[in-house]
């Protein structure tokens, strides 16, 4: 590990809520109820058994959650968890019953005529259109769903794929699934055919919901030719039901789309016409709910198996307490149902009667200031999004937030990767007006949920996550499974414990499921994430990067993000990748891409300097061997740089999988990098 801390620049507490901010929040209002004084208590409380406090540890915490945030259980569960086959196989909310559709639709729907009409989502797709979905319109139409799937055959355990354009659909289907116990298998909207082929193959979906595409800066991009040609290579697909986004049903569409008698169906043949009542299943609180399967950047991409009582406790409680969710807030989060944050974003939100704010396309489309405009637009009070797309978006300059209201904001997300301590300071002081906290977190599809958020009472430094969630027995550990978090040192960043909304196990079998996560640190046995990890003296934790995409030279390791981030701190630079290449001397060499500033000159003396700039701040054998300047980097669409795509190009080697990609484009614009 590299000496250099990566903490110099975060140093400084940029943010601190007023007092009557914190009084006003929900994890305040905990707090007072418990008799918890502060921060500290809080975290320890609820992750630690405390001699002679019978209101603490982990067991306490999960058992007072379900009452305190009034989760629904059909049949009340035996114990809080049985974890008799150690953490890695933990039994949560034994003998009880419950379904996430109760929780998250039908019950609102029943209440009043006030809460059935309280807004469940607002989209507006990328050409405008704006359309609302009520409580009593989602609750019909998730009973059409499963009206239809179970007409199809599909049954509890089964599973159902969604590869589906970011519509309001899409949350009827999630919530028609959960109805009937069936598997949710989400896919995202922008994969190609060998990635959709992989998960329908794994998963063996036989029912398959799709659309006939969707817009993406202004141009329509086909979902059923994909899905077709993913069926014919993975099979087990017997039936499609197409959703018509683009028009393509209609007679003289211009939107023609390959179909097939025997197998397709349109949306409004095979759903609207269904009964719209449904009595809701109770199902055994560890019953699968979603199968969602890892991006799959290295390997083969690993099926992540989520139960009821799992997701729904873990999203309930982050954004009630993470993200303060008020009954008037209208909350964002930039992402596909593809993605953990889809569906959590929709499980968090709707447990509580909010109401979801979706957006179908990009983020720049027509102009960079599109998200400004739908903040301003539709009120937005809380807006989630990660580090990159900030970057990018900051790129195009200030001017674009200028003429757009975004007092609305209550709080700031983000998630997927670290920040760079100046493009958080932009996204606070620019989008947050130096007031709104920004909930870094960080966790992962393993867990539909985070090991580490900010809870937005407390003070913030640029970049921190704040640390461990509640409920959540986070540590640092270093190679021999040894706490190090007290010495303010990087390591490993892993749970002591299980938690309800971690994975039961993967869909390929326990054995890889162990290998993957369990098998790093056995004794005792710790969830190894994959992350370097530190806290500083302060307290504030930070993440580092992948320990896993350490760049290994002449024997020392180095994150990418570090070399990012140190290149990123020069003034002259505005993104940068680092990715190890062979070097017959040191066996790894680091080469970075750089996006300079707008109005800035790309040359050979900056070049020196940001290599003299590593090497100072990292070490000299981390010095760049060459620094290429680029216009912009391949990325996903949740906006992370894909590292291994500009490795592969850098070397000559085969891409491999691309179909995550949002921007082919920049491929070749690497190739010519300058």
Same mark, same amino acid.
């Given at each position: 590990?590299?000496?250099?801390?990566?903490?110099?620049?975060?140093?400084?507490? @940029? +943010?601190?809520?007023?007092?009557?901010?914190?009084?006003?929040?929900?994890?305040?209002?905990?707090?007072?109820?418990?008799?918890?004084?502060?921060?500290?208590?809080?975290?320890?409380?609820?992750?630690?058994?405390?001699?002679?406090?019978?209101?603490?540890?982990?067991? &306490?915490?999960?058992?007072?959650?379900?009452?305190?945030?009034?989760?629904?259980?059909?049949?009340?569960?035996?114990?809080?968890?049985?974890?008799?086959?150690?953490?890695?196989?933990?039994? &949560?909310?034994?003998?009880?019953?419950?379904?996430?559709? +109760?929780?998250?639709?039908?019950?609102?729907?029943?209440?009043?005529? #006030?809460?059935?009409?309280?807004?469940?989502?607002?989209?507006?797709?990328?050409?405008?259109?704006?359309?609302?979905?009520?409580?009593?319109?989602?609750?019909?139409?998730?009973?059409?769903?499963?009206?239809?799937?179970?007409?199809?055959?599909?049954?509890?355990?089964?599973?159902?794929?969604?590869?589906?354009?970011?519509?309001?659909?899409?949350?009827?289907?999630?919530?028609?699934?959960?109805?009937?116990?069936?598997?949710?298998?989400?896919?995202?909207?922008?994969?190609?055919?060998?990635?959709?082929?992989?998960?329908?193959?794994?998963?063996?979906?036989?029912?398959?919901?799709?659309?006939?595409?969707?817009?993406?800066?202004?141009?329509? @991009?086909?979902?059923?030719?994909?899905?077709?040609? #993913?069926?014919?290579?993975?099979?087990?697909?017997?039936?499609?039901?197409?959703?018509?986004?683009?028009?393509?049903?209609?007679? +003289?569409?211009?939107?023609?789309?390959?179909?097939?008698?025997?197998?397709?169906?349109?949306?409004?043949?095979?759903?609207?016409?269904?009964?719209?009542?449904?009595?809701?299943?109770?199902?055994?609180?560890?019953?699968?709910?979603?199968?969602?399967?890892?991006?799959?950047?290295?390997?083969?991409?690993?099926?992540?198996?989520?139960?009821?009582?799992?997701?729904?406790?873990?999203?309930?409680?982050?954004?009630?307490?993470?993200?303060?969710?008020?009954?008037?807030?209208?909350?964002?989060?930039?992402?596909?149902?593809?993605?953990?944050?889809?569906?959590?974003?929709?499980?968090?939100?709707?447990?509580?009667?909010?109401?979801?704010?979706?957006?179908?396309?990009?983020?720049?489309?027509?102009?960079?200031?599109?998200?400004?405009?739908?903040?301003?637009?539709?009120?937005?009070?809380?807006?989630?999004?990660?580090?990159?797309?900030?970057?990018?978006?900051?790129?195009?300059?200030?001017?674009?937030?200028?003429?757009?209201?975004?007092?609305?904001?209550?709080?700031?997300?983000?998630?997927?990767?670290?920040?760079?301590?100046?493009?958080?300071?932009?996204?606070?002081?620019?989008?947050?007006?130096?007031?709104?906290?920004?909930?870094?977190?960080?966790?992962?599809?393993?867990?539909?949920?985070?090991?580490?958020?900010?809870?937005?009472?407390?003070?913030?430094?640029?970049?921190?996550?704040?640390?461990?969630?509640?409920?959540?027995?986070?540590?640092?550990?270093?190679?021999?499974?040894?706490?190090?978090?007290?010495?303010?040192?990087?390591?490993?960043?892993?749970?002591?414990? %299980?938690?309800?909304?971690?994975?039961?196990?993967?869909? %390929?079998?326990?054995?890889?499921?162990?290998?993957?996560?369990?098998?790093?640190?056995?004794?005792?046995?710790?969830?190894?994430?994959?992350? &370097? #990890?530190?806290?500083?003296?302060?307290?504030?934790?930070?993440?580092?990067?992948?320990?896993?995409?350490?760049?290994?030279?002449?024997?020392?390791?180095?994150?990418?993000?570090?070399?990012?981030?140190?290149?990123?701190?020069?003034?002259?630079?505005?993104?940068?990748?680092?990715?190890? @290449?062979?070097?017959?001397?040191?066996?790894? #060499?680091? @080469?970075?891409?750089?996006?300079?500033?707008?109005?800035?000159?790309?040359?050979?003396?900056?070049?020196?300097?940001?290599?003299?700039?590593?090497?100072?701040?990292?070490?000299?054998?981390?010095?760049?061997?060459?620094?290429?300047?680029?216009?912009?980097?391949?990325?996903?669409?949740?906006?992370?740089?894909?590292?291994?795509?500009?490795?592969?190009?850098?070397?000559?080697?085969?891409?491999?999988?691309?179909?995550?990609?949002?921007?082919?484009?920049?491929?070749?614009?690497?190739?010519?990098?300058?």
């Amino acid at each position: 590990m590299s000496e250099h801390s990566g903490l110099e620049d975060v140093d400084e507490v @940029v +943010h601190r809520p007023s007092k009557s901010f914190v009084e006003s929040t929900n994890v305040a209002a905990f707090m007072r109820e418990h008799d918890i004084a502060d921060y500290d208590d809080l975290i320890e409380r609820t992750t630690t058994e405390l001699e002679g406090v019978e209101e603490s540890g982990v067991d &306490w915490f999960w058992d007072e959650l379900v009452d305190y945030l009034e989760i629904d259980f059909f049949e009340p569960y035996e114990s809080v968890r049985d974890d008799s086959e150690g953490p890695q196989f933990t039994d &949560w909310y034994p003998g009880g019953k419950l379904n996430v559709a +109760h929780n998250v639709v039908d019950r609102h729907a029943a209440v009043d005529e #006030a809460a059935r009409n309280r807004l469940a989502t607002i989209w507006e797709g990328e050409d405008g259109e704006v359309r609302e979905v009520t409580y009593h319109e989602l609750h019909r139409g998730s009973n059409q769903v499963v009206n239809a799937l179970e007409e199809r055959g599909i049954e509890t355990g089964d599973t159902v794929g969604l590869y589906m354009p970011m519509v309001p659909e899409v949350v009827s289907i999630l919530y028609g699934c959960f109805k009937v116990g069936a598997i949710a298998v989400p896919i995202f909207s922008g994969f190609g055919v060998d990635a959709v082929a992989t998960r329908l193959e794994d998963a063996e979906c036989s029912v398959l919901f799709t659309g006939d595409g969707f817009l993406r800066r202004g141009d329509p @991009v086909s979902l059923k030719s994909t899905a077709d040609e #993913a069926i014919e290579q993975a099979g087990h697909v017997e039936r499609t039901i197409v959703y018509d986004r683009l028009g393509s049903s209609e007679e +003289h569409s211009k939107h023609q789309i390959p179909w097939s008698d025997d197998r397709d169906e349109w949306w409004v043949d095979a759903i609207e016409a269904q009964d719209d009542s449904y009595e809701t299943k109770s199902l055994e609180s560890g019953r699968e709910s979603m199968l969602l399967y890892s991006s799959g950047t290295t390997g083969t991409p690993k099926g992540i198996v989520h139960t009821h009582a799992g997701v729904q406790l873990q999203c309930a409680k982050e954004l009630h307490f993470g993200f303060d969710l008020q009954p008037a807030d209208r909350f964002f989060w930039v992402s596909d149902i593809g993605w953990m944050m889809g569906p959590w974003t929709l499980i968090g939100v709707h447990t509580f009667g909010g109401t979801v704010f979706m957006y179908e396309g990009a983020p720049d489309y027509p102009n960079p200031d599109r998200f400004w405009e739908v903040i301003d637009r539709h009120g937005l009070t809380q807006f989630g999004i990660s580090p990159t797309a900030i970057r990018a978006l900051r790129k195009h300059g200030e001017e674009w937030l200028e003429g757009h209201d975004l007092s609305s904001l209550r709080i700031l997300g983000s998630t997927g990767e670290p920040w760079d301590p100046e493009s958080w300071r932009w996204f606070y002081e620019r989008v947050g007006g130096g007031e709104c906290p920004i909930i870094n977190i960080s966790g992962g599809t393993e867990i539909c949920g985070c090991f580490l958020m900010p809870m937005p009472t407390e003070p913030l430094k640029p970049c921190t996550l704040g640390g461990p969630g509640l409920g959540m027995d986070i540590d640092i550990v270093d190679a021999n499974g040894e706490s190090i978090k007290d010495d303010h040192n990087r390591g490993f960043l892993v749970a002591r414990d %299980s938690c309800p909304s971690m994975t039961k196990s993967l869909w %390929s079998g326990d054995d890889r499921y162990l290998e993957e996560y369990w098998s790093t640190f056995a004794k005792p046995p710790l969830w190894n994430h994959g992350d &370097w #990890a530190q806290m500083d003296e302060d307290g504030f934790w930070f993440l580092h990067g992948r320990a896993d995409d350490a760049l290994n030279v002449a024997g020392r390791k180095v994150g990418p993000a570090e070399v990012e981030g140190v290149l990123i701190d020069h003034q002259a630079v505005n993104q940068a990748a680092a990715v190890g @290449v062979p070097d017959e001397t040191s066996g790894t #060499a680091v @080469v970075t891409y750089v996006i300079v500033e707008d109005g800035l000159e790309e040359s050979d003396e900056l070049r020196e300097d940001l290599r003299t700039q590593v090497g100072e701040e990292l070490g000299k054998p981390f010095r760049p061997r060459e620094i290429l300047f680029v216009d912009e980097f391949p990325k996903t669409q949740s906006g992370k740089i894909i590292r291994r795509a500009i490795e592969s190009i850098y070397t000559g080697e085969e891409l491999g999988d691309m179909d995550s990609i949002e921007n082919p484009g920049a491929l070749e614009r690497l190739e010519k990098a300058r």
